[in-house]
């Protein structure tokens, strides 16, 4: 009987320790944290969503990290689905704005906190926080990177520019064509830069989606509609990768003077090498795991209750409010100092762009 009773001792305190440890540990154990990316199809996301996952979990975080294929009602699902499974904090990068009020009705009826991530939500109070790169900034730099590469403020020009913005649903596209364009735009009001295609607001270059396929086509059909006399185009500014690579394409097959300056952002893999080839000539770098380890030290901030991690309470109003926003800051790469951005900071290795 004394064995017995011994026994039943160590396999009670052993199930206290091991209830205890199932709630203790850096990430409180039950917690669950939902991660919802909107798409695979641009290689960005699919390395936002393994950087966050990787470092949520490693904080001792379990997460339900879901991509909804750039479909509004899909990831409307998924995020129903997270908080109905018990996910204690959702980090969201929407794929339209405005889409997703239900789910953050429910989110608030729960009082589960919602990180949008790197897109700002728009039109609902239930967004608690934002974090991203300071998306202005990343068009004043490929605004910067084109008026110092045509010496525009000593050349006499002119010189022949287009623009390529992204997806309307996209709070963010805004902020990057405005940021490029009011460095520009002095120099277009003079005639130092000409947009011979006549297409230089938001609303008249912007891409859904962000696909390649859309921006090629729209520029294959301004280099046949203007260009195919010999003018060349000196500078196509594109707000991100994927719609540069879309504009490359076209003037591979449809464009015989000179190369334009093309500028990007995101450093995609192709876009890398297309930077190494003389096809583009920068790529705007937001480097996703300064972001993501901002998004994991706040969600661990929301759960012990701690003051969050923000450093802007006053220039991202979503229609409702004006979100507390964590913006880290963007640099920007081309071929003189890829090795160091990219390649030292371990982001890519050389294979991986060669």
Not at 14 to 26: E, K, N, Q, V, Y
């Amino acid at each position: 009987m004394k064995a017995k009773k011994v026994l039943g001792l160590v396999l009670c305190a052993a199930l206290a320790i091991t209830s205890l440890a199932g709630c203790a540990g850096a990430g409180g154990g039950k917690n669950k944290v939902g991660v919802s990316m909107p798409t695979k199809d641009l290689q960005r996301w699919n390395q936002d969503g393994d950087n966050m996952k990787k470092e949520l979990e490693a904080a001792g975080y379990e997460v339900d990290l879901q991509y909804a294929n750039n479909d509004v009602a899909t990831q409307l699902s998924q995020v129903e689905n997270m908080i109905n499974s018990g996910c204690k904090v959702l980090v969201i990068a929407a794929i339209e704005g405005s889409s997703l009020g239900s789910a953050l009705d429910k989110a608030q009826q729960k009082k589960v906190p919602v990180i949008a991530y790197d897109r700002l939500i728009m039109d609902h109070e239930g967004v608690d926080y934002y974090a991203t790169f300071d998306n202005y900034m990343v068009g004043t730099i490929q605004g910067t990177y084109v008026k110092d590469a045509l010496d525009l403020d000593n050349a006499a020009g002119p010189f022949n520019i287009e623009f390529t913005a992204g997806d309307p649903g996209d709070n963010n596209a805004g902020y990057f064509f405005n940021g490029a364009y009011d460095v520009l735009k002095p120099y277009i009001e003079s005639g130092k830069l000409n947009v011979v295609s006549g297409q230089n607001t938001f609303e008249q270059v912007a891409t859904p989606s962000w696909k390649t396929e859309t921006a090629q086509s729209r520029a294959e059909t301004i280099l046949s509609s203007n260009y195919a006399d010999g003018t060349n185009v000196d500078v196509w500014l594109c707000s991100n990768d994927s719609t540069a690579l879309g504009v490359e394409n076209a003037l591979a097959t449809n464009y015989n003077g000179t190369y334009p300056i093309i500028t990007g952002q995101d450093c995609d893999k192709a876009n890398v090498k297309n930077m190494l080839a003389d096809k583009q000539a920068m790529s705007v770098f937001k480097d996703t795991r300064t972001l993501a380890s901002q998004v994991v030290k706040m969600v661990g901030q929301i759960l012990k209750g701690e003051t969050v991690d923000v450093n802007n309470t006053s220039d991202y109003n979503n229609g409702k409010k004006v979100v507390p926003s964590f913006l880290c800051e963007p640099v920007f790469a081309n071929k003189d100092n890829y090795k160091k951005i990219l390649i030292d900071s371990g982001y890519y290795t050389e294979a991986d762009i060669s």
